[in-house]
Every structure is written in structure tokens, then in C-alpha cells.
């Protein structure tokens, strides 16, 4: 049987967040890790207890949704709530992070991104996060991730 890395195991988490996003414009995970340890997740998604675009349609401004907090931001927001150091975390998001996202990350102290997707990669987030000397790394989702699973885990 196959064994799962530690980086597919991380970016799958990502994607079960992703699938928890209320805005459908993008479905979007974030997985704060450090020494291999999941110390944050987040999705994008309204502010807590706020309403859904599902539910109610986007909030646009400038062509942008405004409602919902990105996957990265909430993931970093919950260290800010209870207290999780960041400095030195890795992040797995399933998509390229925005230039709001990334000095975001760079803030935080987070010094590696995985990403799985490219999504609009903008120059100035590539620039950010070179300066401040952040690997950035591609780790693609495994999809038949089900495979891995075997008969013992349905017992
Ligand atoms: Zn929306
Ligand atoms: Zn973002």
C-alpha cells in the first residue's frame, strides 16, 4: 500500500476545508502546519455567524466579493484567537494565494507556501514573497486520494 507524504496528507486537508466555503466565486483551503503538526485551518467564508453567499448572493465591490475572509487570512485570524505562534509555520492552500494573502503570510512569519492550484499568481506576490525569502513550492492534489484507504479503515 501506498503511503500518503506528509505533503499531499497536508494538501488533502486543504481541500476537505476548501469544500466548506460559503462563497462559490472560488473554494478556497488553508492548513497552517508546524513540525508536522495542523495548528490552523481555514476557508473562505463570512465573518462568524454573518450571512452566506450561498445564501444570499455575493457582496461585490470592483468585481470583487468583499463578505467572506479569505482561507488563508481565517487560518492565520484563528492563531491570532487562541494564541498559536506562526513564526517559522508552513502553509497548504489549494490555490495560489492573492497579494492580500501573501504579505499577509509574509507578517506572520510563515516561511514556506505549498500551493496546489496557480490561480491569477501575481507578479507582486511572487515579488513579496522572494524578498522576504519564502519558499514557495507547488504540491499538486493527489485526487484518487480514496485509494489509499484500505478495508482496515472500514472496519
Ligand atoms: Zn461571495
Ligand atoms: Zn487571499
Same mark, same amino acid.
Given at each position: 500500500?501506498?503511503?500518503?507524504?506528509?505533503?499531499?496528507?497536508?494538501?488533502?486537508?486543504? !481541500?476537505?476545508?476548501?469544500?466548506?466555503?460559503?462563497?462559490?466565486?472560488?473554494?478556497?483551503?488553508?492548513?497552517?502546519?508546524?513540525?508536522?503538526?495542523?495548528?490552523?485551518?481555514?476557508?473562505?467564508?463570512?465573518?462568524?455567524?454573518?450571512?452566506?453567499?450561498?445564501?444570499?448572493?455575493?457582496?461585490?465591490?470592483?468585481?470583487?466579493?468583499?463578505?467572506?475572509?479569505?482561507?488563508?487570512?481565517?487560518?492565520?485570524?484563528?492563531?491570532?484567537?487562541?494564541?498559536?505562534?506562526?513564526?517559522?509555520?508552513?502553509?497548504?492552500?489549494? !490555490?495560489?494565494?492573492?497579494?492580500?494573502?501573501?504579505?499577509?503570510?509574509?507578517?506572520?512569519?510563515?516561511?514556506?507556501?505549498?500551493?496546489?492550484?496557480?490561480?491569477?499568481?501575481?507578479?507582486?506576490?511572487?515579488?513579496?514573497?522572494?524578498?522576504?525569502?519564502?519558499?514557495?513550492?507547488?504540491?499538486?492534489?493527489?485526487?484518487?486520494?480514496?485509494?489509499?484507504?484500505?478495508?482496515?479503515?472500514?472496519?
Amino acid at each position: 500500500m501506498e503511503r500518503l507524504s506528509w505533503d499531499h496528507y497536508f494538501m488533502a486537508q486543504s !481541500h476537505l476545508l476548501a469544500t466548506r466555503s460559503t462563497c462559490e466565486r472560488l473554494f478556497v483551503g488553508a492548513t497552517i502546519v508546524r513540525d508536522k503538526r495542523i495548528i490552523a485551518g481555514g476557508y473562505n467564508g463570512s465573518i462568524a455567524g454573518g450571512p452566506h453567499c450561498i445564501d444570499e448572493g455575493c457582496y461585490m465591490i470592483d468585481g470583487h466579493c468583499v463578505r467572506t475572509i479569505h482561507a488563508e487570512m481565517n487560518a492565520i485570524l484563528q492563531c491570532a484567537k487562541f494564541g498559536e505562534p506562526t513564526d517559522g509555520a508552513e502553509i497548504y492552500v489549494t !490555490h495560489y494565494p492573492c497579494v492580500q494573502c501573501c504579505k499577509a503570510i509574509i507578517q506572520a512569519g510563515i516561511k514556506t507556501v505549498y500551493f496546489a492550484k496557480d490561480y491569477k499568481n501575481h507578479p507582486y506576490a511572487n515579488e513579496l514573497f522572494e524578498a522576504a525569502n519564502v519558499t514557495v513550492k507547488k504540491v499538486p492534489f493527489k485526487k484518487n486520494i480514496d485509494k489509499l484507504f484500505s478495508d482496515k479503515t472500514e472496519a
